[in-house]
């Protein structure tokens, strides 16, 4: 024979319901008591902070002891006996919805001094290390190419700096080699042309000689085949 049971009555299943979906509960107004007392009691934090914030009705007798709960779990169970404590000696009691609003601000604010603490002591220690980063210095290579590749000589490869001892060495010899070009080129005279051709007076061949200086030309005139003294033009600046 099966065990009888009695049925569950309506105001049973509407209070499971409502429970189950007090996410979806925006206010609780029009509703009796003792039915909140069995409902209220299954919210979380942030659904009564929700559902009181919308309902117009006083929840204070329904909701104190839940206030009271939520307080001892943020904020530690001696600093809720030392709260009671207080309230005790000095006879003046609030409610535990108002003592938790002033605790959470409170603990807002001192979170946010600690956190820019925090902040400012970060970017302190952030700009202590890139000061006393090394900075990489990048060599720029030389702006004409042409001057490299394309044989600008030896001053391309005196500002070219080499670490090779064969390379180093190169640009010695060829700045050498341009010092002495250099040096034979200021002590010497370079002859343009020498002429053999025929005096007008005396008819004997003569031979002319024209030396060009940086800064003037001389020609000179010595008969060929005899030992008369060699006759000077007048140089031509």
Request: charged share 25%; aromatic share 6%.
């Amino acid at each position: 024979m099966e065990s009888w049971r009695k049925p569950r009555s309506l105001v049973d299943l509407c209070v499971e319901k409502a429970i189950d979906n007090l996410r979806q509960v925006n206010h609780v107004d029009g509703i009796a008591t003792e039915l909140l007392k069995r409902i209220l009691p299954h919210c979380t934090l942030p659904q009564l902070k929700h559902i009181v914030k919308n309902t117009h009705m006083d929840l204070s007798d329904v909701t104190d002891p839940l206030w009271r709960r939520f307080y001892r779990q943020q904020f530690g169970e001696d600093h809720t006996n030392l709260v009671i404590n207080r309230m005790k000696e000095s006879g003046i009691y609030y409610t535990w919805r108002e003592l938790f609003e002033v605790k959470e601000k409170q603990q807002e604010k001192l979170e946010d001094k600690m956190l820019k603490k925090i902040t400012l002591k970060f970017q302190a220690e952030k700009a202590e290390k890139q000061s006393k980063q090394i900075k990489l210095c990048t060599k720029v290579p030389p702006s004409s190419k042409r001057s490299f590749y394309a044989g600008g000589g030896p001053s391309s490869l005196s500002n070219c700096s080499y670490k090779s001892p064969i390379l180093k060495k190169a640009r010695m010899e060829a700045n050498s080699r341009a010092r002495l070009q250099s040096a034979i080129q200021k002590n010497t005279f370079p002859r343009s042309s020498q002429q053999i051709r025929m005096s007008s007076s005396s008819g004997q061949p003569v031979r002319t000689t024209t030396v060009h200086r940086p800064n003037s030309t001389i020609t000179i005139t010595k008969p060929i085949g005899s030992n008369r003294q060699i006759q000077n033009s007048r140089p031509k600046f």
